[in-house]
């Protein structure tokens, strides 16, 4: 049986793939159990510079599993079985707080002090496509297709899919896109922000290597502090940005790789950075 999650690294470009394309790469116990060991992992590992997770066939991730929730569903829940001795209030704090541990993944992807990249194949649905949001970026095959999908199964949406969402979209068209689940195109997605490019199907891998290349070539210091600032300014005052800034730049002139980007600058030739 092929492994349901795929991690491979080169050139510093580390690559976490959803591999259950029977599924849509719908989330499984193998796949949420891969990225909650391998993310935080990889945020303090010096050799990766970039993080990419992607999902393979023509889907990045369908989300949940509904035909998981469907045969749960069909099932009496825990604690209301007649002489259980479990609380129902412990039963529903043990699910939110088994719930709210999955969705960590995401405030990973968003925090991690290096950039995270969602590769784009086809279908993003539901928590599939709140965890592509959670990306700082994302790329975009034309044939793609994002949509909430919450509520035509009747709930309300995770894995910070309405934090992002909203931030990228405004909250009107955040609400509309929650509120009718609309199937939103790649052409229509580019437009509004949710997908930084959209490549042809047929050229889909190679474009995504050349803009992951792109990344990976920048300096992993500043790229740190460059998305600690932007990550700050989301909920920060002007003068408080302008202070982080101020402190940031005297840490990045002072580094190594400041003094190879600056003589490349002048030789116009292609800096190769160190990290330090």
């Known amino acids: 049986m092929s492994k349901q999650f795929i991690e491979t690294h080169e050139n510093g470009v580390t690559t976490l ?5 029977e599924a ?23 050799e990766v510079r970039v993080v990419v997770l992607t999902g393979s066939g023509k889907a990045f991730s369908a989300g949940g599993d509904v035909k998981g929730f469907a045969a749960a569903s069909s099932t009496p829940a825990q604690g209301t079985e007649k002489g259980s001795n479990e609380s129902p209030q412990v039963t529903f704090e043990n699910r939110v707080a088994s719930l709210r541990k999955s969705t960590e993944i995401s405030e990973l992807l968003y925090s991690m002090p290096k950039p995270t990249i969602a590769c784009i194949p086809g279908v993003a649905a539901g928590g599939g496509l709140s965890v592509a949001l959670a990306c700082d970026m994302r790329l975009g095959c034309a044939s793609a297709r994002i949509t909430t999908a919450f509520g035509k199964i009747a709930v309300s949406g995770d894995y ?39 490549y042809p199907d047929h050229e889909f891998k190679q474009r995504c290597a050349e803009f992951i290349e792109k990344v990976s070539s920048m300096s992993p210091l500043a790229m740190r502090r460059m998305k600690s600032n932007l990550n700050y300014s989301e909920t920060r005052s002007l003068a408080e940005v302008l202070d982080l800034e101020a402190e940031h730049m005297t840490h990045s002139f002072n580094s190594e790789d400041h003094k ?17």
């Open 24 to 46: 849509l790469n719908a989330f499984s116990s193998d796949i949420m159990g891969g990225l909650q060991e391998s993310l935080p992992r990889l945020a303090k590992d010096p």
């Open 160 to 198: 910070g899919g309405s934090y992002f969402l909203a931030k990228l979209v405004g909250i009107a068209k955040a609400k509309e896109l929650y509120f009718t689940s609309e199937i939103v195109h790649a052409e229509e997605a580019l437009k509004l922000g949710i997908l930084n490019h959209v």
């Open 17 to 21: 793939t959803l591999n259950r394309p």
């Open 260 to 276: 190879i980007g600056s003589r490349a600058f002048v030789t116009k030739e292609k800096p190769l950075f160190k990290g330090t």
